[in-house]
Nanobody, 126 residues
Framework: QVQPVESGGGSVQAGGSLKLSCTAS????????MGWFRQAPGKEREKVAT????????DYADSVKGRFTISQDDAQITVYLQMNSLKPEDTAMYYC???????????????????WGQGTQVTVSS
């Protein structure tokens, strides 16, 4: 069973930085999607950034492009989300998700992420 576990959330002032980490136990390095999603109170869950671990193909939500960076470790079962220039609207519960897939296109679909972590809170104050 694959179980993503997140860490690194917290509180920061606007303009600050945070780095989230996620390790997906039970996942082996192959063709995997790993990604970060977030959900703010009263809003739907949205994609933040994804990575297709074979080749490191990344994708970002427009709202975080140029500010957030997703990366992976050499074992390809840990991903990071470096968040810079944080804004109050980035406040949300951040979830890590993962899945084994047959190609990078699946990382643009929710079906590419059947395994989810418990989430880590990020709070940005103005």
């Amino acid at each position: 069973q694959v179980q993503p576990v997140e860490s690194g959330g917290g509180s920061v002032q606007a303009g600050g930085s945070l780095k989230l980490s996620c390790t997906a136990s039970g996942l082996t390095a192959w063709r995997n999607c790993m990604g970060w999603f977030r959900q703010a109170p009263g809003k739907e869950r949205e994609k933040v950034a994804t990575i297709y671990t074979r080749g490191g193909i990344t994708d970002y939500a427009d709202s975080v492009k140029g500010r957030f960076t997703i990366s992976q470790d050499d074992a390809q079962i840990t991903v990071y989300l470096q968040m810079n220039s944080l804004k109050p609207e980035d406040t949300a519960m951040y979830y890590c998700a993962a899945g084994r897939v047959s190609g990078s296109a699946y990382c643009s679909l929710m079906t590419g992420f059947p395994y989810w972590g418990q989430g880590t809170q990020v709070t940005v104050s103005s």
